[in-house]
């Protein structure tokens, strides 16, 4: 039996395959830079949070969690509501970003497009991680 087909016996459709892997990236990707890139990171964490380093770090352990949680059936859903919570928590830099976009070199047009890619991947995370497929 192929990865493919075992996806399948497990009612995970092509759709919630895709958004599983696109999901397994993004936060695998994430939490990689999390430690390779932990003082950039550190400076979005809004001034007003204590030890932003120890924020990155252990939201970068959880990201890399949460994508390898997602890969077995037995975790994805648990690790789906902890990546759902990890992103949500995460809206405070965002927020502090937009309030502050001088002190980042990123335009201010992809800050505001964080927003609503924040809201997909919200939607993307509940629909591959929660759901399965009706025969």
């Known amino acids: 039996m192929n990865l493919h087909q075992a996806w399948r016996h497990r009612q995970i459709g092509n759709g919630q395959l895709a958004g599983l892997a696109f999901i397994f990236l993004w936060f695998f990707i994430g939490g990689i830079a999390h430690f ?9 964490v809004p001034p007003w949070f204590p030890w932003p380093v120890a924020a990155v770090l252990a939201s970068g352990v959880f990201e890399l969690l949460g994508a390898f949680g997602i890969l077995f059936a037995s975790t994805r ?3 789906g509501i902890g990546l759902f919570v990890l992103t949500v928590a995460v809206t405070p830099a965002h927020i502090y970003m937009l309030q502050q976009p001088e002190l980042f070199p990123v335009p201010l047009w992809a800050l505001w497009l964080r927003l609503p890619i924040q809201v997909a991947l919200l939607w993307l995370i509940w629909w591959s991680t929660w759901r399965t497929r009706r025969r």
């Open 36 to 44: 390779a890139a932990t003082d950039t990171e550190a400076r979005i």
């Open 77 to 79: 859903r648990l690790a």
